[in-house]
């Protein structure tokens, strides 16, 4: 029957039980090769067991006993092959005999062929089944070798120089990412999850799930995956000039991105999030949209990065819920932050969030402006008491003030940025509206309410409230026709 268990103690004095099966008609070859390909997806999650249904075998572990191995060996020993029988005498030939012989030579061939029929059916069935989950499973959890391109993870370590830190392009939340050049040529960006990081099994199995199934020019390409003991690695495109925030933080880089070049990312940030939202094979959010996970190309065109957080989700899903909140403060959702809530209205307020960071070239985090040497305000606070003063041009990086500048388009993206962190997730646009408020230059807009903002550092949010009536900018309080002058 192709079937083993047994239990093996770990040093933590952990006892761990595990069954193995492969259908009948294999090789021992084919048999032991389906095994080793199971063990790929038998990673990762933190569960204590695992089952893992392949079409040709199944493996299962758990740390409790779950099956009967004394039953097993019974079944082992009944289908392992007899020595053959000693010759019997021969009878004289009869008639009663001949029958006798009949009998005894048909019945066990009959009932052979009645089991053989028996197992047939159930292998059948279960065959269609295996397959019909492992197919769910290609589709929605898992990476078949079809999918991801595995590395040898001795080619990486050459690859990085043994990841040697002036390889080192940064650093994020579970692990640092390195240059490396392949023999052929080929540069490329390899993401190593750090080893003490509790979570970064799953997060390597989410990204690896999220990327291999995505293509777009916003988002940086995966190209495959390394595993080796605990060694996890990404391997992905090299983008040429690093982060976003490289970029737009430091004070002598932003001089050099005008806003011809701050607009295009915007744009191309706001693509990436359709397609994952709407376009991609399945619903994707990424909840943790920030400037450190937006990669620029040479030619300054941003590609969303860092998967390791994100969420999927079928066609018809919108929403979730979670008791294990990731992120960064200042660029989630204040229904996220506080209660765990998630859906598409979460990235849409980071990316609100980083319109503001884009068009002021300040962060977020560290944004802080005193109100008399007394009161602090913070960054989305401080966007919109100003605009809705007429005086949003205070928030502009004095960067890009000149004469020539667009100021009507540069006030356009504010009004929109706004709009994208209103505290009620219900109003804030999604990111296909989005795009064409950004790609429209006549169009309306809603009027925005009030931003939520968080103190950096703390789980505690902030809220100020302002003696605004929206009347005084719209007759019906819905929509406005011009805020700012052409």
């Not at 190209?223 to 040429?240: D, M, N, P, T």
């Not at 050099?256 to 607009?263: A, G, H, T």
């Not at 990424?286 to 450190?292: E, Q, T, Y």
Request: charged share 20%.
């Amino acid at each position: 029957m192709k079937i083993a268990a047994g239990n093996e103690t770990t040093t933590d004095f952990q006892t761990i039980f595990a069954l193995v099966q492969c259908v009948p008609y294999l090789t021992e070859t084919s048999c032991d090769q389906c095994l080793i390909n199971s063990e790929q997806y038998v990673c990762c999650d933190g569960n204590t067991g695992a089952r893992v249904y392949m079409p040709r075998c199944f493996t299962q572990y758990e740390v409790i006993p779950f099956y009967n191995i004394t039953r097993i060996q019974e079944v082992r020993a009944i289908i392992s092959p007899l020595p053959p029988p000693p010759p019997l005498p021969v009878p004289p030939p009869s008639s009663g005999n001949t029958s006798r012989t009949v009998i005894i030579i048909l019945v066990p061939i009959l009932a052979s062929l009645f089991l053989a029929a028996c197992v047939g059916v159930i292998i059948r069935k279960r065959f269609n089944k295996k397959t019909e989950h492992i197919t769910l499973q290609g589709e929605d959890e898992a990476v078949s070798a079809e999918e991801s391109l595995l590395y040898d993870f001795k080619q990486l370590v050459a690859a990085t120089d043994h990841f040697s830190t002036s390889n080192k392009l940064g650093e994020g939340g579970f692990g640092e990412v390195y240059k490396g050049k392949l023999q052929n040529g080929q540069q490329i960006a390899v993401k190593r999850l750090s080893r003490n990081s509790g979570q970064g099994e799953l997060e390597f199995k989410n990204e690896v799930l999220s990327m291999a199934k995505l293509q777009h020019r916003n988002l940086v390409r995966l190209l495959g995956f390394s595993l080796q003991g605990s060694e996890r690695l990404l391997v992905y495109e090299f983008v040429q000039n690093r982060s976003l925030d490289c970029s737009i933080f430091d004070p002598m880089m932003r001089l050099l991105v005008n806003w011809e070049c701050r607009y295009k990312i915007i744009k191309g940030i706001a693509k990436g999030l359709v397609y994952l939202h709407e376009e991609s094979r399945v619903r994707i959010i990424h909840r943790d949209l920030k400037a450190s996970n937006i990669l620029l190309d040479e030619d300054k065109n941003p590609k969303i990065s860092d998967f390791g957080m994100a969420r999927l989700f079928r066609q018809d899903e919108t929403r979730g819920n979670t008791h294990r909140i990731v992120g960064t403060y200042g660029y989630m959702a204040p229904e996220y932050a506080r209660h765990g809530d998630f859906s598409i209205k979460s990235d849409v307020f980071s990316f609100g969030v980083l319109v503001l960071e884009i068009i002021s070239g300040q962060n977020n985090g560290s944004f802080k402006n005193v109100d008399n040497g007394e009161h602090v305000e913070y960054m989305l606070s401080y966007a919109w008491r100003n605009w809705c003063a007429g005086r949003a041009r205070k928030l502009i990086d004095p960067a890009l003030m000149s004469a020539s500048i667009p100021l009507h388009d540069i006030l356009r993206c504010i009004h929109i940025g706004l709009l994208c962190v209103q505290n009620n997730a219900r109003d804030r646009p999604t990111m296909s509206s989005v795009l064409i408020m950004l790609q429209s230059f006549s169009a309306t807009f809603p009027v925005p309410l009030e931003p939520a903002f968080f103190v950096p550092g703390g789980n505690e949010h902030m809220t100020k409230s302002l003696e605004i009536k929206p009347t005084e900018f719209s007759k019906n309080e819905a929509s406005i026709t011009e805020l700012y002058p052409r």
